[in-house]
């Protein structure tokens, strides 16, 4: 048995944090470390001390396994926690914190071995005698080999990486003629997030729905199922919702699919917190004949929380208590499922432009807290969501007796909520949880596909604008002339100034009236301001048939304007106003002319990057014909890989952009001259 004092955490972020808080509550001392980007992060202020690895790029810094081990070598640090993501499932990185004699939180590099590349852990899967998806699990590589292979497995089929997760490197290919683009961009996406570009080929599982057993596992020959989590609410293979216990589990398939988990476990000497992933065919519900192993996930998973709360375990203390030698403190048969629980995960992506990762200032941050909510984040008001790392936000964990009751506190507390700054998926993922076919657990992976459209409806945005373009005139005036701002009955904005200062300026009879341009959410929009005697502001918006008096109003809590009763707030950002109103944010500004680029007025043609991140690869070259839909180039951010398209047919004018290049968001990459007529 070893005593342990002291922890570095080799991540940041949320799951930092997290570990962070369980390690303060069991009196450990706390170790950070940070790249350039992540001095000021939160992860680094909870710690008792930090330590810097390199610069911004991961490859620099948190996949740094040498720079790890010196830090925890130079803080002392008894043991090391890995966190997900990152060097968590990299046997490599286990043996070096051996070496060094320096406990490896995790489970030992001969089980990451086994069961942490998917090939090998399907091979042992299918002699241990559990079913595994139809496919080629080998070793060759050769591009014609593997499109022969799927067209004998028959499509459709998925493309796999063989390393890591979380959807990185899997591809859906439903016709021939899509395999070989698919295959290249799995292995690029493969090798730049894991270091391997290897990929297996299985056959979809028609209406699958994606059910994993979390398995706990000690020193000393003990393994136990901690029961299942449904998984299946995903998007481009990355799950958004996931819920403990699944929805419609029979117990017989409880039983027996954890036994097949903790088998999996023993046979490879398993060690700490590990998840068993398989797939179901849910045509008929989920059934005991119809499910199969898919991979092992070696470390611990960003959905634990909702084990936590059904189990009342701390899963992160076991990780401590098995590294630090103890046998675990109970049998299966002391294990009990108490009541529902399900998580969200709360990205800064932009729904209404098909969930591209969104950057930028922290302006507002609002979560929420409640009876039976959790919530986990590794981010403050004020901090950055930076292009380097993955863009979560927050995990919002909410527990009930019944589902229908955790699923009731987790749309409350979406629905309280406040992120202005990057766009969020926030009112995506609160009309998810209100989805009749999840309520009713009719759904299976493809769910949110089938349902794109009215998952992410834009609202109503009107009455958001109209609020903003008060408030952006009450601070162009406060600017001018020091306040005399007053709130009428009401809650109707007025104002009390001099005249002479105003942005309308003065008018001699009539009601007094204000045409304003703006600029909302990069489009201009023209807007009229009147005030009626009593000084109170009605908004017409001619373009969208809104006419009304915003009621504002003020929250003690937060200190900032609210409007529509309280359901929306008003944020200053800069020279804007970021009005958040259910879940949606609208950025409002007034429109300046001269904000344009002058040398490129007409840009039509234009293809930009739609956010900062690296290019991978450049399909085309000046001169050649394109039509529309045609792969120009691949774009990857955090972690992920976006296609580029061309917006119609035409002619490459200018590649102004080159593999391996550094872009902000807005550059231009390629133009395009269009055909005549």
Request: charged residues 25%; contains cysteine; aromatic residues 6%.
């Amino acid at each position: 048995m070893k005593t342990l004092t002291s922890v570095l955490v080799a991540n940041r972020g949320e799951i930092a944090c997290r570990v962070f808080r369980t390690a303060r509550r069991l009196g450990l001392r706390t170790v950070a470390v940070y790249s350039d980007a992540d001095r000021d992060a939160m992860h680094v202020a909870e710690a008792d001390e930090a330590h810097r690895i390199g610069p911004a790029p991961a490859a620099e810094s948190y996949l740094r396994i040498e720079a790890i081990v010196e830090a925890a070598r130079k803080a002392r640090a008894d043991c090391i926690h890995p966190g997900y993501g990152f060097l968590s499932e990299r046997a490599e990185f286990a043996e070096a914190c051996e070496a060094a004699g320096i406990v490896f939180v995790g489970p030992p590099a001969s089980a990451i071995r086994a069961m942490g590349l998917k090939d090998a852990a399907k091979a042992l899967a299918e002699k241990a005698g559990v079913p595994i998806v139809p496919g080629y699990h080998g070793e060759r590589q050769e591009p014609d080999f593997l499109r022969r292979k799927a067209y004998e497995i028959g499509y459709p089929v998925l493309i796999k990486a063989v390393a890591g997760g979380g959807g990185k490197g899997m591809r859906r290919v439903d016709k021939q003629m899509e395999f070989e683009a698919a295959l290249e961009s799995a292995q690029r996406e493969a090798a730049s997030a894991f270091g391997d570009p290897r990929v297996l080929v299985e056959k979809y599982v028609l209406s699958p729905r994606h059910v994993e057993i979390q398995v706990f596992a000690d020193g000393h020959g003990n393994a136990v199922s901690l029961f299942e989590r449904d998984c299946s609410l995903q998007r481009r293979h990355q799950k958004v919702i996931e819920e403990a216990p699944a929805p419609g589990m029979p117990e017989e398939m409880r039983a027996i699919m954890g036994r097949a988990a903790t088998e999996a476990a023993k046979a490879v000497g398993y060690r700490g917190a590990g998840t068993v992933e398989f797939i179901a065919d849910g045509r008929e519900g989920l059934r005991p004949d119809r499910f199969y192993f898919m991979e092992m996930n070696t470390r611990l998973q960003v959905e634990h929380p909702v084990t936590e709360a059904i189990t009342g375990l701390d899963l992160v203390e076991l990780q401590f208590h098995v590294a630090a030698g103890h046998p675990l403190p109970f049998s299966q048969d002391d294990l009990v499922i108490r009541g529902h629980a399900v998580e969200a995960r709360l990205y800064a992506e932009d729904p209404a432009s098909g969930f591209l990762p969104s950057t930028g200032r922290l302006w507002a941050l609002g979560l929420p807290g409640g009876e039976g909510v959790r919530v986990d984040t590794g981010v403050r008001e004020g901090d950055a969501v930076t292009p380097f790392y993955d863009p979560m936000i927050a995990k919002v964990i909410a527990r009930g007796e019944t589902r229908d009751e955790a699923l009731d506190r987790l749309s409350t507390a979406l629905g309280r909520t406040v992120v202005a700054g990057p766009k969020t998926n926030v009112a995506f993922l609160r009309t998810l949880c209100d989805a009749p076919g999840f309520r009713s657990g009719t759904f299976d992976t493809g769910f949110i596909d089938r349902n794109l459209g009215a998952l992410v409806a834009p609202g109503d945005r009107r009455a958001a604008v109209a609020a903003a373009a008060v408030k952006l005139l009450e601070l162009h005036d406060r600017a001018l002339n020091p306040p005399a701002l007053k709130v009428a009955g009401q809650g109707h904005v007025t104002w009390g100034r001099d005249p002479w200062r105003r942005r309308d300026a003065f008018q001699f009879s009539g009601p007094r009236r204000s045409p304003v341009l703006l600029s909302v959410e990069g489009e201009k929009v023209a807007v009229d301001l009147a005030w009626d005697e009593q000084e109170r502001v009605r908004v017409a918006i001619p373009s969208s048939g809104y006419d009304a008096c915003p009621e504002l109003g003020w929250s003690d809590a937060t200190h900032r304007d609210t409007f529509d009763k309280g359901r929306g707030e008003l944020v200053v950002a800069g020279d804007a106003v970021l009005a958040v109103h259910e879940g949606r944010q609208t950025r409002v500004a007034f429109f300046d002319p001269f904000d344009v680029d002058l040398e490129h007025l007409d840009e039509g043609g234009t293809v930009k990057a739609p956010m900062h991140g690296k290019v991978v690869a450049v399909f085309v070259a000046p001169g050649e014909r394109v039509t529309r839909g045609h792969r120009l180039a691949v774009l990857e951010a955090m972690k992920m890989e976006h296609a580029l398209l061309a917006p119609s047919d035409g002619e490459v004018a200018e590649v102004l952009a080159e593999a391996g290049q550094q872009v902000a968001e807005g550059a231009r990459l390629i133009v395009l001259r269009a055909e005549e007529g």
